[in-house]
């Protein structure tokens, strides 16, 4: 027996992809990110643990401690202005649980906090899961958002997972709007298939998820719709709107008006062809913070923001923090802390590009620092 071959029969997560373009037909883009990264044994989060300096990229938390400490002091001075009630504290798409870890230490400031928390996360992949369980062994695991406890306050953080969402693209050619779908390349060959974009004819219903001021967009001009991400805050919203608490929702994106491609890969820290060698990079998308919002608002619950990160975390106090870190580092960590304080914070690397958008239920004060 030939040890290539994976439980699915091909041999890798690019002749799966191939062998199911050839009997079905070109795949629909939020189909292939979704095999991509989800693919139950072949699937990029499903295989490794792809954070840090080994893998394909890094993330707030991994960068500084501060990160996950300030969201924590954020989760905290809302819950205590709150009346301080028993609460599910949970988050989605942990990492290796390097932030949730970091809000537990620094939300021992207020030992009532703990006391009434009852820690969730919820992760997809058994990589990933067995790193959060060495950093908070006393979580509850969940699959997804609807298996959560229902009969408490929720406050929940989810930090890069909208960006892994599966999109769909919709692109402009002669005066007509398109799918991005994906086919078979003619530069693959049987032992590496190669795969490429192609554009297919709206299916019934597609026009409405175009944004009305894109609907006339000049030729060559593209949008994009995250299906999962809108049903992700919907259910969310519900929650909060029923339950009470608070999301954090923290990523790349924008908040604006819709347009242009922002699918993209990254492996081992570079930008790579989103369309080459499924499963072995990460594939994202910018968040459109507007239409989690508007999603959000259409579910009955107050969404503040989207800020800037940068400015988020100076709300919080991430100077004073630094400098308190500072005084009692070595030389060589007092410029590691100086590094990662820039880093998260400075316009020109994740300040401005990063952003936090808020979502607050029934009988909940608004997190500090934040515009409707
Ligand atoms: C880019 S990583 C971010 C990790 C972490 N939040 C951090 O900031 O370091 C994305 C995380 O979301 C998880 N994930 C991806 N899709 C998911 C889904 N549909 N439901 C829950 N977790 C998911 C991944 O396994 C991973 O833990």
Same mark, same amino acid.
């Given at each position: 027996m030939n040890d290539t071959i994976t439980p699915t029969g091909a041999p890798s997560l690019a002749h799966f992809i191939a062998q199911l373009i050839t009997t079905e037909g070109p795949l629909p883009l939020a189909d292939y990110m979704s095999l991509a990264l989800?693919? #139950?044994? *072949? !699937?990029y989060y499903r295989k490794q643990?792809? *954070? /840090?300096?080994?893998?394909?990229f890094t993330t707030a938390p991994e960068i500084s401690q501060m990160f996950g400490e300030l969201v924590g002091m954020c989760v905290l001075d809302v819950w205590s202005r709150a009346d301080m009630p028993k609460f599910t504290l949970a988050e989605i798409? &942990?990492?290796?649980g390097t932030l949730m870890a970091d809000l537990w230490r620094a939300t021992n400031i207020l030992p009532p906090f703990q006391v009434a928390a009852d820690m969730h996360l919820i992760e997809t992949s058994p990589a990933l899961r067995a790193e959060q369980k060495k950093r908070v062994p006393q979580a509850t695991w969940h699959e997804? *958002?609807?298996? +959560?406890?229902?009969d408490k306050p929720l406050y929940l953080i989810a930090n890069e +997972?909208?960006?892994?969402l599966p999109i769909r693209q919709f692109e402009r050619l002669n005066g007509t709007w398109f799918e991005r779908y994906v086919r078979l390349s003619d530069? /693959?060959? #049987?032992?590496a298939p190669a795969f490429e974009p192609c554009l297919v004819p709206l299916a019934? !219903?597609?026009?409405? +998820? *175009?944004p009305p001021s894109m609907?006339?967009? &000049?030729?060559g001009s593209i949008t994009e719709h995250c299906p999962s991400g809108i049903a992700l805050i919907e259910e969310l919203s519900h929650r909060l709107a029923k339950q009470g608490g608070m999301a954090l929702i923290i990523d790349y994106?924008?908040?604006g008006p819709a347009g242009g491609d922002t699918f993209q890969a990254l492996r081992s820290h570079k930008f790579a062809? #989103?369309?080459?060698?499924?499963?072995a990079a990460d594939l994202t998308a910018h968040v459109n913070f507007l239409a989690l919002k508007t999603a959000a608002q259409r579910a009955g619950v107050q969404a503040l923001g989207s800020i800037e990160q940068g400015a988020f975390l100076r709300n919080l106090g991430i100077d004073a923090r630094a400098q308190t870190l500072i005084a009692k580092a070595s030389p060589e960590q007092q410029s590691d802390i100086a590094s990662a304080l820039r880093r998260l914070t400075d316009g020109k690397e994740m300040g401005s590009l990063f952003k936090v958008l808020a979502l607050v239920g029934a009988n909940t004060p608004t997190p500090v620092g934040f515009s409707h």
């Open positions: 989800n693919h #139950p044994t *072949l !699937g643990d792809p *954070l /840090g300096v080994a893998g394909d798409g &942990p990492g290796r997804r *958002l609807e298996e +959560l406890p229902t +997972l909208f960006d892994a530069k /693959g060959t #049987p032992d019934p !219903g597609a026009e409405d +998820l *175009l609907k006339s967009s &000049p030729d994106g924008f908040d062809n #989103p369309y080459q060698d499924p499963g």
